[in-house]
């Protein structure tokens, strides 16, 4: 039997722990826990196994960075109302650039994105300032800016998802939280079909802090209906390179 | 083939037409039926409302009805009914187990393993779609919850329907709402169940169909209930008495039930 | 066009009978107002709120339907995560203690909160600490379930609600409806209401059209946010493997809670762990696509303890019991401890679209909530309103058939009736169910008495005309009141076989 302890000399972690332990056992205090069946439907059958069956698909039919995939992306992006941008190859990417950033006057980057990409958006005519975990701007010149502009970890074609992980290209999270529109560069090898494939690639580094991007900032709850633009960033740009 | 049926306690009491058109049906497709004498009711009125105690005495004397079906008397047992079918299969077992008496559990499996509702029975087991029925109405179908969440008879009832000469089946909207009868639920929440019988009378009426039919007779008596009080004009027939009806002996159609 | 919306200050939750005798804000926000059948009956005469509640929940099953459609192992993703959830239950004091070794390792400090008192009491202290007298929050259940924020208020400080739905119930002082989508009750007139009586900064030409008001919304926070030192927040999921907590939500106001404050406490039921990274892969397309309708919602955060340099560099996780090793200790209440908020459950149930959330009496309500509810509180007898839940529905299977973790309602449901009527047979007296459900059982366990019984149905016809019954006494009269009764048939089933076929059953 286990005794009753006075709750104020039991610590709360002490007492939670030996309540869960006390849930598992049986009166007898043999383990009776484990199944979580739901009893209505199998008592009286054998119970099944604890083991976590993973029948469902692990990596996707296309390639990563397949044209198949390319197509997928786009169309789901485009679902979400992102805009999407396909480029054939770095050597165009300036030239786009200056294309989606037309009358954009201040940016920021994170420390280390392609620098060429830099150049370009400077190029466009556009200040282009530069926030790093040790030297950051204030959250007011975050505020104040129109656009960042960053690169991606992984993007998901089946569900139109751009991951971001802090990486260097990527920059603090706030950088893509404040400023109303987000420009996002996605290499094409980047682009998988399946959760689980990006789930795979962001597991070499899972501490990293994350934020999964399905299209512009969002809400339905006023009667269901979907109104894009609430306290993200109102625009997303996603900037596809083929190659 | 020689099949065992239970007629289900709503149709012997309330609505012998079901039970007597799956009898005039099999018989008709050559089959012989069976009436155990010593059934009752298949336990699910105790059962969903919580009363395992009071319902394993009545499990108990269905599986004693049925169980000769083990030893070959008959080939199988036929339900006109989707929730009976699903209280067998998914619950006389359960019930008796959870009070303990695990003997009583394994041979209600038993039996139930060897039990089907109407329209598995045609399609999967004797391999019927077309019963040679004829049937001049427009019909819709209400699938009832149980049919299709319980024990999954998917589409088989429209596949029997279309196959009906000089039937014209028209989709229900949202087919796959309940009606709100729920057993005791009509009764213990009146005015939530009512609210949803509604709007499946709604539903039906918008149809124009003259018939509404389903795979179960409790819910047909609650549509029909509905349709009664607003004066729809609109008949309940169980599937078994579409499809037993012919040419030669054609099913009237008329009242609210 | 103005709408009534009661009197300023009290404003009372639409659509149910709770706040006859009752506050806005209930004591116990998992044990509130009358019995389900009182507060149904009373939602079910407010024409708004069913029109409000049909639109919206069948906008949703569409949604819902059309993205689970096309994943071609949905059945496959369900399996798997029901299973990573058992495995979750066999083994959750490892797993929590897994979890807090990551959260500690990696900068963060965790807290045990036994119940709703001790978690206010950590979560206030915490806040205190810091000096603040205002935290904005993210939508979470856990801290609605405990009723946080009016414990903070009692400490002096105030919490925003961020997430568009949860503001709008905030600022009308009304309780949630709904575990995804709280305001699911309102129109956009209603909310336009709202916001011209209860925002100080919104334009008077406000219209109800849901982009202006969504846009309103993100002007009235933009301030909040910015100055904000402390968030709270819940969690959707836990990895007890490498310590990374997540929030899924679509508006952004998340990613704001939980990237600009320097400090962020965030309460989560013990529950929500999984075992590990790639669990995430399950939960992460089994969650989206139930809740919201959409293939990925707009925004899902990670974070693992505290990261230098980015976001609050001050993290707190309390982990909340509050009834749950009650109902892990329970198969009916462990089974339901699977759940992960989704609500697919209620957008399907046929009985939550026509009364609505209020009616349940708890912040957790329709199929699941009937469950969850009374396993959490220990409800038992007729004096609890949440005694009458497991009774809220007509057992259809909607609910099981999208539960995106598979767990069996219906049948959770039926075993909850089953413990109320046992628990019931130690009363003296017993009531009018159990007298007729002996009665029944008496008549229907045996064909001698049932072939009898069913033919007295015969007397029935003596009431009817034109075939049909239109009023019987009570109890009967539940029935007919809005339903007419068939006039029983004038020869049993059985005397038609012994009749036609003879008696011999050859059996
Ligand atoms: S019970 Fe299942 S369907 Fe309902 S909210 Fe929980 S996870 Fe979703």
Partial sequence: MRRRRNKATTDARTEVLDRIRAALAGPDGVAVGGTGEDPATTVGRPSAADAVVRHYRSTGVHEPGSPALIEMLTDRLADYRAVVHEVADASELPAALRRVLAGVRTAVVPPWLDSAWVTAAAGAGVAVRTDAPTVPLSTEALESVEVVLTGARVAIAETGTIVLDAGPDQGRRIITLLPDRHVCIVRAGQVVQTVPEAIAVLGRSPARPQTWISGPSATSDIELTRVEGVHGPRRLDVVLLRS | MRIALLATCIGEAMFPRAPRATVELLERLGHEVVYPQGQACCGQMHVNTGYFTEALPVIRNHVEAFEPVLDGAWDAVVVPSGSCTGSIRHQQAMVASRLGDEALATRAARVADRTYELSELLVDVLGTVDVGAYFPHRVTLHPTCHSLRMIRVGDRPQRLLRAVEDLELVDLPSAETCCGFGGTFSLKNAPTSTAMLEDKVAAIRSTGAEVVTAGDYSCLMHIGGGLSREGAGVTTMHLAEILASTRETPAAVGGAW | ?507
Avoid at chain 3, 126 to 144: D, I, N, P
Avoid at chain 3, 265 to 277: A, D, F, Q, S
């Fill in chain 3, 1 to 507: 066009m103005s709408v009534d919306l009661g009197m300023p200050g009290v404003w009372a939750p639409k659509g149910a009978a709770q706040t006859s005798g009752h506050g806005a804000h209930p004591a116990d926000p998992l044990r509130w107002g009358p019995t389900f059948p009182e507060a149904a009956a009373e939602a079910l005469g407010d024409r708004q709120l069913r029109r409000n509640l049909a639109r919206a929940t069948s906008t949703i099953r569409g949604k819902r339907a059309a993205v689970v459609g096309e994943v071609t192992d949905w059945e496959e993703l369900r399996d798997a995560g029901r299973a990573i959830k058992t495995r979750v239950m066999a083994e959750l004091p490892e797993l929590l203690l897994q979890l807090e070794e990551q959260v500690t390792a990696r900068g963060g400090t965790v807290h045990w909160a036994r119940d709703a008192a001790e978690a206010n009491r950590i979560v206030a202290d915490l806040v205190k600490a810091t000096g603040e007298t205002e935290v904005v929050k993210v939508k979470s259940m856990a801290t609605q379930e405990i009723g946080l924020n009016e414990a903070l208020a009692e400490e002096g400080i105030e919490a925003v609600e961020t997430d568009l739905a949860e503001l709008i119930v905030q600022l009308a002082g009304d309780m949630p409806s709904h575990i995804l989508v709280p305001a699911i009750h309102r129109s956009r007139a209603e909310i336009r209401e709202i916001f011209l009586a209860r925002m100080d900064d919104v334009p008077r030409e406000l219209s109800d059209a849901p982009a202006e008001l969504a846009e309103a919304a993100r002007l009235h926070l933009r301030r909040t946010f910015l100055r904000a030192k402390v968030a709270i927040s819940g969690a959707n999921f836990a990895v007890a493997e490498t310590g990374t907590l997540a929030v899924v939500e679509s508006e952004g106001n998340g990613r704001m809670c939980l990237t600009l404050p320097e400090t962020l406490i965030t309460v989560m039921g013990i529950e929500k762990l999984v075992p590990t990274w790639r669990d995430l892969e399950v939960f992460l397309q089994l969650l989206p696509r139930s809740s919201t309708g959409e293939r990925m919602n707009p925004y899902t955060s990670m974070w693992t303890g505290v990261t230098k340099g980015d976001g609050p560099q001050a993290f707190h996780l309390v982990l909340l019991d509050n009834g749950r090793t009650r109902a892990l200790a329970d198969d009916v209440g462990r089974a339901a401890l699977h759940c992960i908020r989704c609500s697919a459950c209620l957008n399907v149930c046929p009985v939550y679209e026509r009364v609505g959330g209020h009616a349940y009496g708890s912040v957790y309500p329709g199929p699941i909530g009937a469950i969850l509810t009374p396993q959490l509180t220990g409800a038992a007898g007729h004096g609890d309103p949440g005694s009458s839940l497991p009774y809220a529905s007509t057992l259809c299977g909607a609910c099981y058939d999208v539960c995106p973790v598979k767990i069996d309602i219906p049948a959770l449901l039926v075993d909850l009736r089953a413990r109320q009527v046992d628990g019931d047979r130690r009363r003296i007296l017993p009531g009018a169910w159990d007298v007729a459900m002996r009665g029944a059982s008496w008549a229907m366990s045996s064909a001698k008495r049932f072939a009898p019984a069913a033919r007295s149905a015969r007397l029935g016809r003596l009431l009817a005309r034109d075939g049909k019954i239109r009023s019987v006494p009570f109890p009967g009269s539940l029935w007919t009141r809005s339903r007419d009764l068939p006039a029983p048939p004038e020869e049993t089933f059985r005397d038609w076989w012994s009749r036609t076929r003879g008696d011999g059953d050859e059996a």
